[in-house]
């Protein structure tokens, strides 16, 4: 039996199209647990209209509390994860436990995204396929298993203790990856299992989760002392897509001062040398979309997207070292 547990907090938009897809669902044994972490818009009364057990908790907690407690009141022999927005494919839940009942109970099994997202929308699109790309490149050695699509046994999951609850807003799940693989348990990535997940995403949208993102795993990953690992979304080449670009622009600025051609010809070696190392993900753009969008997102992904990342990087930067001053952690 598979337990699927969903955290939601104000999800009107989305929670009926995840629950729709939750129980239509091919695998045959199974419950669906959502956890309202004090909605305050009409995600309770769609989801009172499933057939799920749905627990309410009194104080909003965030996300790791909301698995938490989805999880330590599940009766299933597996614990699958998902969004409340996220809509799961019909073959996920049978994905999940022919890879656990074959590889045992110490194996974390995780999916990711569709490239295509639910909405059809540029900056939806893009961010889709480079978690796709991101999180799938490495199948063979996840450096993370990420909560949006995540399946493990119910067993292992409550001897770990779960999430943890006092930490940042987001990343819990690669802390939670990180500490498993240190006791001895193995990360699993299954490119065919997938949720599509409903970003609705404008362009201050991406902005914004890009900066956040950026901003807490970098306080995690000072932390950890891991902040050069190819991580995920985290990856080597958008870390070298962040450095590229600030490079160019130092190298546009010393021009601009000194009046050195050399400064300017550095642009462009700079630039193919980050495409190069990116090569990957701006095809992947391309086999999902064509052309056309392959060049729009290609041009966000190298000229505006590492600003931001390297601006919620220096943020956490700072961040992490004020904490560190003040001795604290944060």
């Not at 995840?18 to 669906?32: G, I, P, R």
């Not at 299933?76 to 999940?96: E, H, N, P, Q, R």
Request: a neutral charge.
């Amino acid at each position: 039996m598979i337990s699927i547990v969903i955290p939601n907090h104000n999800g009107e938009s989305t929670i009926g199209k995840c629950l729709e897809a939750a129980f239509s669902s091919k695998y045959d044994n199974f419950e669906v647990i959502v956890v309202d972490d004090c909605s305050k818009d009409r995600s309770v009364d769609i989801i009172n209209g499933f057939p799920c057990k749905l627990i309410r908790l009194t104080e909003h907690a965030g996300a790791s509390k909301t698995r938490n407690t989805g999880a330590f009141n599940s009766s299933g022999d597996i614990i699958f994860f998902t969004d409340a927005d996220c809509v799961m494919k019909d073959d996920a839940l049978s994905i999940a436990n022919k890879v656990i009942s074959e590889e045992g109970p110490h194996t974390v099994v995780g999916g990711t995204y569709t490239p295509m997202p639910f909405d059809n929308q540029f900056f939806s699109i893009f961010q889709s396929v480079f978690i796709n790309y991101s999180e799938t490149k490495n199948i063979s050695n996840p450096d993370y298993i990420a909560t949006h699509n995540m399946a493990i046994d119910a067993e292992v999951f409550k001897k770990s203790g779960g999430f943890p609850e006092v930490f940042m807003p987001i990343i819990e799940d690669v802390e939670f990856s990180h500490r498993l693989r240190r006791e001895g348990y193995r990360l699993i990535m299954k490119p065919d299992m997938l949720v599509q997940h409903i970003f609705d995403y404008s362009f201050p949208m991406s902005i914004k989760n890009a900066f956040k993102k950026s901003k807490y795993w970098t306080i995690y990953s000072l932390n950890n002392k891991d902040v050069l690992a190819d991580s995920g979304t985290a990856s080597v080449e958008l870390k070298v897509n962040v450095l590229s670009c600030f490079l160019c622009l130092l190298s546009l600025l010393l021009w601009v001062f000194f009046k050195k051609p050399v400064f300017l010809y550095s642009v462009p070696l700079i630039t193919m040398i980050n495409i190069y190392v990116s090569r990957g993900l701006l095809r992947a753009f391309y086999k999902t979309k064509g052309l056309s969008f392959a060049l729009s997102a290609s041009a966000y992904y190298l000229l505006i997207y590492p600003l931001v990342v390297g601006w919620g990087a220096l943020s956490g930067i700072i961040k992490h070292r004020l904490a560190k001053i003040q001795g604290r952690d944060y």
